[in-house]
């Protein structure tokens, strides 16, 4: 099959600079072809109408070859600092030594077919920007011509560095539009910026009839630019001077050395030239390569489809679903089942990826030929096309985690365990292991396991989609920048706004891990014997056929027979299915009829927190400690240490919190922002628990710890409603040290509060108030009506946004000029408060304590925060438990401390706690959020208010101390209303448990030691 015949094209003329040159330059890049190749030809007329002499060159650019993190190689200031609290400092090479090795072949036939025509092809090293300033050195001023790539920011950086770097020594850069699109810029009806949301839209609006049925279009459709014709020689050119630097013959031609040159290890080569897998033969590659397998595939010939029962077709995120629509005996030219399918159909993208053949050349020939498979090439090349406009379209958008969409998420990062196991094939479920290891190995996978596994990384282990898009982009040999971020970010469910929910990627979670089972079990029916796992995973060969895909759930037996132990020979799986892994006893049996009775879910999300909290009141009940004070301090003092130990294993040895913080730990530990705020959020409560250990009858207090542990405890008790991001019921644990401490430290806290306040003297609210203050004079109804006024309005506006079809909550500016203005609505009470006579340092506690009630109020409201905490964690903080727990424990007691200032454990624990943590954690984040002033506003006079306070309020202590007679006096003042006292008995077994935990062998010892501690209590014996 010949090429098509082709008209020439008149090259776009934009972004070009003329001056006076003394050489033409053509800049191969994506385009390692000579057919339908707008630079090659541009060149060729150049150097001719101008008489000068034309050199031809290709620049291995080490930006994209070296190890790097994730991120812009071409702009290399420093990474925000919300990117490195996020954790997104993964790291890999942007190219492996296996397409290094690849595109070495296709330099090699590129270069043939030059000399064929009588020119050269010059291959150099280094920074392209760097490289043309040698040459320009060398030969003088440089009219150098390339083909813009505006799909990657990182290679429009380099065009602009390029051009800067010629301008000086007065040369210049011309860029001209392409043959990776299917489509001319020219030739689209529509700005770039404004292309349609949808890719059938796009088809629509570039006149395809219908794109998923038939490669018609309309009498107004946007022309396909025939190809190019490809240069005939020998060129009448003159040709100039070999340049310096340029690769020898010698090296281009061997793999080692090349490979060596390019960087790559000695381990790396050795590892590369030993798999047989990926890339092509010395002379079998590139361009030549490309048109023969294109050839051979167009003679093809139109087969019906056959039935097969094993065949299962797979749509959405798995695969394609217009298999479900083919039927028997009828020609498919989609060639549906294809992608839901093993086998690859031309076999042509990582020819494609790097311009061996341009899609309007397949395109052409096709159409004159009137293939029977033409429509299902269109279909694919216009997704091609998709995905190149999106990528245009959302530049650096494309890259980010928030996607396109700006949809926040709250994902492991590339560090954790699971992320590191995906990628080398390693996480226990058969099937996953079996195309990551093809990936590593051979450089492809087909359309579905990609998807597949992608998946699998983003919703079943929630890890960065970003980590998995910077692994394909390392070693697929077909790697294409706009096709694999954007089908990466619709995996991810980031690549749109999907009707403006920002949190619309999170209902694609998978916790009962659907999707995959359902691509596990389509697999396993089109291939029964399990030949595609018995080759990649080898230590499952032996495996029972029953037991492939899930070989965990073998018996004993079973795995000494296969020779895989899991754990040992074959690792343990990071998810399970519990679809699959049902207890068969009798008493699952009758649980799982009792699970069955209607309304029973519902009884047990709503009766299950107060069910337990009567048990434990029970057992304190009848051990007779139930009203002692001295035990409520203990059990405080109990979960003060398990702060303390929290926020000790964070730091040093984090494997501890995956058995003693089990509903939360394990994400904590993965994700560094969220560690470091679960680190500040355990010692902080340590100190506003530790007050009320001091106090345990003092209302405010009790309130106090009560905020702090109620929320998270809710959380883990109920999932469904507060945290999503949390795992399943954390009683699962029999040693979690939360589940036999901080639940029924939280039971003890309501039962003293409830008793406390039912023993008030209560006629009227001014006797409600004293709870918090003792107010001197009447109550200033204005002053509270002022800082009541916005929270009311704020409950106002939603109901009015629900019943009367105003502006909806998600349209709400996602920065932080929307917080700052709903907390600047209290201004007047704050001005009133001063008017009135309160102190600065007073109506600072008031400040704080509205704004840290205020995005509660707001969440539950207007359904959404922007919080400083919300931009450097990308995620939305309503979802993380700890974030609304700490936040309304700070009001609570800042607005306790400003009805009652002269409280001095209030004061001890802000000058001693709560202001350091709080000053550390604004600096932390600053510069982790956005930048707006709306924002950062209020960060900056939080550090004022705490610098105020902090002088004010240690004056004032200073003050008081000399006033009760010293510091001993002042110790026995704070310490008056402390029931803690300690008998013998109490004593030795406190010691030993100390001694226990000392010696302890491992973290699940030491948490079993930890969670004896409570009901010891609980007993008296502690």
Partial sequence: MERPQATMESPSKRQRTRVPASQVVGWFRNDLRLSDNPMLDEVFQQAKAQKLPSTLVYILDPRFYDQSEYGRVTNQARPGKSAMLRGDGFSSRKCNGRRARFYLNVLRDLQRGLRELGTELWIFYGKP????????????ALDVICLREPVSPEWTDVENYVSAALQKTGGSLTTLWGAMSLYHEEDVPFKFKEAPGSYSGLAKALGWCDIWTSAEGYWWKAPIRKPISAPVGPLALEKAAAPKGAWTEELLNSDRDALKALGFSTDEIQETLRLPHGGSRKGKGGETAAWLRFNTWLEIPAEPVKADPNFQSLGG???????KFVKEGEVDPFQWRNLSTSAGWMALSKYMACGCISPREMYHTMLERNHWALPGAVHRFMWREWHRINAIK???????????????????????????????????????????RELNQTGWIPYHKRKTVACFLCHDLLVDWRFGGFHFEEVLLDYDVAMNYGNWTFCARVDKSYGGDRYAAQAYRDPEHYGVLQSIQAHAASDPDGLYIRQW???????????LHFPWMMTSDERQAASCIIGKDYPEPLVRFPQLETDKGSLARVWAHVESVPGFKTLEKLGKFPAVGLCFLLIVYITGFINNPNNLAKQLCIVCSHNIAIGYLFDRTPEGIYVGFPHFGPLSVDIPVLRTLARFWSYEMVAIRFATALRPMFIPGLFASFMSLIIPQAAVFAPWQLGSVLSSDYFKNPISFASVNGFPALIWLIWFLTRQLTALPVTNIRDMVTVWADPVGNIDILAVTLGVLPFVCTLLYAIACSRMYWTPPAKLPGNGRTFFGLMAAF??????????????????????????????????????????????????????????????????????????????????????????????????????????????????????????????????FLLDIQKVGGVSEMTQIVFKDCPLHFTPLQLAVLSIICASLYFSPSAKHSWALYSLCGPLNWCGLL
């Fill in 394 to 436: 959302y530049q650096c958008r494309l890259f980010r985690m928030q996607g396109p969409g700006g949809q926040y998420q709250f994902p492991r990062t590339g560090n954790s365990e699971a992320a590191l196991r995906w990628k080398a094939g390693q996480t226990g479920v058969p099937y996953i292991d079996a195309i990551m």
């Fill in 129 to 140: 920007e760097e490289v043309f300033a040698e040459l320009s050195s060398q030969y003088g």
């Fill in 537 to 547: 995973v080898p230590e499952l060969r032996q495996v029972p056929r029953d037991c």
């Fill in 317 to 323: 995120s798995y695969g394609a679903a217009g298999a």
């Fill in 827 to 956: 201004a007047p009470c704050y001005l009133y408060l001063f008017y009135s006579g309160w102190e600065l340092v007073d109506i600072h506690k008031v400040v704080w304590a509205c704004a840290s009630l205020m995005p509660i109020w707001w969440v539950n409201c207007l359904g959404g925060i922007d919080l400083w905490i919300e931009e450097p964690l990308g995620y939305p903080a309503r979802e993380i438990a700890f974030t609304p727990t700490w936040i309304v424990s700070h009001g609570v007691f800042f607005l306790q401390w400003a009805l009652e200032p002269q409280d001095y454990i209030n004061r001890l624990v802000f000058l001693t706690y709560m202001c350091p943590q709080m000053v550390w954690l604004n600096f932390y984040f600053r510069k982790a959020c956005c930048q707006d002033w709306g924002t950062q506003l209020p960060i900056y006079y939080s550090y004022f208010m705490h610098a105020h306070m902090t002088l004010v309020e240690s004056y004032k």
